[in-house]
């Protein structure tokens, strides 16, 4: 289940693991107010056979997924695509992570520009919305295994910050967000 709070000012260390203070942990609802991105629970078991997720996949149009492991042991370049994620980007599309198994932390800037931790964990999907500044990082598993999907073929293209604040996919985030 999804659990997001905000981290203290000093947490610009993305691999910083932080445990919430109570008084900082948010609603699923006030999260996506206050990122716009939406939380959703599937049966990671069932993924394949679940009516509800290919419901889901066919209502947003996405027509393309893959399967990606985050270890050790599955990434000969672990160390480099570990800091490529846990870079501050964005992207001019929607990126939505279905865990199956394992966990991790989705670090996502608010409309204030204040960081907020969102721990995943097997079942959990989250549809982050275009143009959203966001990190991610591994929890004390180092492990996590995810469906990733697309409306067309397999695009991931980040642009990090600053270059990003003037994409037409941030400008339209920071809009939708403080409407």
Request: glycine share 4%; hydrophobic share 35%.
């Amino acid at each position: 289940m999804v659990v997001a709070w905000y981290l203290n000012d000093n947490s610009d260390s993305p691999g910083q693991i932080q445990s919430p203070d109570p008084s900082d942990v948010l609603t699923v609802e006030e999260l996506r107010q206050k990122t716009g991105i939406e939380c959703l629970t599937f049966d990671a078991d069932t993924w394949e056979t679940n009516p509800e997720y290919a419901e889901l996949k066919r209502k947003r149009g996405y027509h393309y997924e893959d399967g990606l492991e985050i270890s050790r042991e599955a990434l000969s370049n672990y160390d480099e695509m570990l800091h490529i994620f846990n870079t501050e980007h964005l992207h001019a599309d929607e990126e939505i992570r279905f865990v199956t198994e394992g966990g991790g932390y989705f670090d996502l800037r608010d409309s204030s520009d204040r960081w907020i931790r969102v721990h995943v964990t097997k079942n959990d999907l989250l549809i982050l919305p275009a143009g959203i500044y966001h990190r991610f990082t591994l929890d004390k598993q180092n492990f996590i295994r995810m469906r990733r999907l697309f409306t067309e073929e397999v695009v991931w293209k980040a642009t990090n910050r600053p270059e990003a604040d003037q994409l037409p996919a941030r400008k339209n985030y920071l809009q939708a967000i403080t409407a």
